[in-house]
């Protein structure tokens, strides 16, 4: 599959891209499965997370009410996250420490085993960590 899927990962995001341009980046059978893989694996973190799936869907995207999910099931709520990606409340957090969405961005901190003391968001928000 890595002659037609790139997967780099840089800083804990991973980029994923179709190498398919003589099709168009059309799928093909064995990409469908990666996607049903995919939809297993934003499951799997969202229940190690501890939240529901509704949690994990951002519900102020224009998108959210253009689809009509307030009242989609988990699994409808799923599929609109792996076919609309601008859905999923990101980010979520694998570490050995845990796994989390991180709302807000500074939530990461308690799941790095070297958390810097302080930072400031791309918002120009600076963040201070508190002594424990």
């Known amino acids: 599959m890595k002659d037609r899927i790139s997967i780099e990962f840089l800083d804990g995001v991973a980029d994923v891209r179709l190498i398919r341009a003589d099709k ?12 049903i ?14 939240i529901e799936v509704r949690a994990a869907v951002r519900k102020r995207e224009a998108l959210y009410a253009e689809l009509n999910l307030a009242d989609a099931s988990d699994d409808q709520l799923l599929d609109f996250m792996l076919a609309h990606p601008i859905l999923i409340n990101r980010p979520i957090v694998v570490t050995p420490k845990g796994t989390k969405l991180c709302r807000p961005s500074e939530a990461v901190l308690d799941l790095l085993d070297h958390p810097a003391a302080s930072f400031v968001k791309e918002d120009g928000e600076a963040v201070t960590r508190a002594k424990s």
Do not use: C, H, S, V
């Open 24 to 35: 168009m980046n059309a799928l093909d059978p064995a990409m469908f499965e990666g996607i």
């Open 37 to 50: 893989a995919a939809g297993a694996e934003l499951a799997k973190m969202i229940r190690a997370a501890g």
